[in-house]
């Protein structure tokens, strides 16, 4: 029978799997480069990249999300409330206190990040402050704190940087496609490499999509029913969850990247409102409400 010590195993399991296939993906896109431009020494450096990007996502991911997100630790005698609501559900669950974050943005959101419990970030934004009231935060908090119990988070950050970079890669090759390579290949093979190479920067995109949908949609759910017993008051997140979702109020800094990490879609269309589909990084609001409810 699952548990939530079988889901963190299975995180970790997660994490590693992907770390593995960002180091083998690279160094598939250094054979490539290398090969195409006729340089050996393209590969060796393919090689210690990978190899750094794994270290440096691992200890340096939550900094790259927090940057991107524009959040700032917020000081304790400024957003008391808050700060005692985190400070007790973390004694709750048995983990460390978090710190906390605030981002300044009138849309309600929250995300926690982090590489384990000891250097967990809890962050939520001005606007989440001033929509909900006490036990409908506390029921976000909950939820953001059951990620950081059942580690989503690694997992979920890691993503933000490898898949990131991939792209990234990818579109330094389409953009140098054209331009002094294929200096090893003879010229029948030329028209063959091009090919593969526009496929390459067509399914990168893809690619980085997938993966930040690999992040199973179930950790949202196992997140919403382990912060609803951490609470012992599921209307508490169900409400919020609803409020959130009605908003549907875009946040003025988006990224991309690190969409999947929040509890709500930065865009403003709300909890998986606008895509009710496998392709959402989020379940239905709906749906978690009946989990959570039954209504």
Do not use: C
């Not at 190899?51 to 700032?72: P, R, T």
């Not at 630790?73 to 007790?88: H, M, Q, R």
């Not at 048995?94 to 990040?113: C, E, H, R, S």
């Not at 606008?274 to 989020?282: D, I, N």
């Amino acid at each position: 029978m699952a548990t939530l010590y079988t889901h963190q195993s299975q995180n970790i399991a997660k994490t590693w799997l992907l770390m593995s296939v960002f180091f083998v993906v690279v160094i598939g896109l250094g054979w490539f480069f290398s090969y195409y431009y006729g340089s050996p020494e393209i590969l060796y450096l393919f090689v210690i990249f990978s190899i750094f990007m794994n270290i440096f996502s691992y200890w340096f991911s939550d900094k790259v999300v927090i940057k991107l997100s524009g959040a700032k630790e917020a000081k304790g005698e400024e957003y008391f409330d808050l700060y005692t609501s985190v400070e007790n559900l973390a004694i709750t669950a048995g983990l460390p206190m978090p710190k906390v974050y605030i981002i300044q943005d009138f849309a309600p959101n929250a995300f926690a990040t982090g590489r384990d419990k000891e250097h967990a970030v809890v962050a939520v934004t001005t606007g989440l402050l001033e929509l909900l009231e006490k036990n409908e935060l506390e029921g976000v908090i909950g939820h953001e704190l059951s990620h950081i119990g059942n580690r989503d988070m690694l997992l979920s950050t890691i993503v933000v940087v490898l898949v990131g970079f991939v792209t990234i890669l990818a579109d330094v090759f389409r953009r140098n496609l054209f331009f002094g390579g294929n200096r090893g290949s003879d010229n029948k093979g030329n028209g063959v490499l091009i090919l593969v190479g526009i496929i390459l920067s067509i399914l990168a995109p893809i690619f980085a999509m997938f993966i930040q949908l690999a992040i199973s949609r179930k950790r949202e759910f196992l997140a919403d029913a382990s912060g609803a017993l951490l609470t012992r008051y599921p209307e508490g997140l169900a409400s919020a969850l609803q409020k959130i979702s009605k908003s549907n109020r875009p946040m003025s800094r988006q990224s991309t990247a690190i969409a999947h990490l929040y509890i709500a879609d930065p865009k403003g269309s709300g909890i998986g409102k606008k895509f009710k589909s496998l392709l959402a990084t989020h379940p239905p609001v709906e749906e978690r409400v009946q989990a959570l409810i039954g209504k």
